[in-house]
Nanobody, 124 residues
């Protein structure tokens, strides 16, 4: 299983970015997806997750109302639309997938496969 995240970049505070994560090599379509981020000197933290059915999404309080996670099953791709970005959103963003859990998790250890990360820098 391989995940490739892209779409990061430099943006001014208040701006928007859309991250994408393409998944390949899966034989089981019932997998949940998550986005995590890690800022310099900090632990990796949960950002958002989406259930395999696409019926439910979950967000960290810090991004709720500003970020939207969605998926395109036909393209095996998930997206993270980020709006009203703040300098504190600056981090490397990672996408991840589990191995068929019933519900998506906000816990790092629940995910089995990870992408390489894409850097998002928000300038003030």
């Amino acid at each position: 299983v391989q995940l490739q995240a892209f779409g990061g970049g430099l943006v001014q505070a208040g701006g928007s970015l859309r991250l994408s994560c393409a998944v390949s090599g899966r034989t089981n379509y019932r997998y949940n997806m998550g986005w995590f981020r890690q800022a310099p000197g900090r632990e990796r933290e949960f950002v958002a997750a989406i259930a395999w059915s696409g019926a439910a999404t979950y967000y960290a309080d810090s991004v709720k109302g500003r970020f939207t996670m969605s998926g395109n099953n036909a393209k095996n791709t998930v997206y993270l639309q980020m709006m009203s970005l703040k300098p504190e959103d600056t981090a490397v963003y990672y996408c991840a997938t589990d191995d068929g859990r019933t519900y998506p998790s906000s816990t790092y250890a629940a995910y089995d496969f990870w992408g390489q990360g894409t850097l998002v820098t928000v300038s003030s």
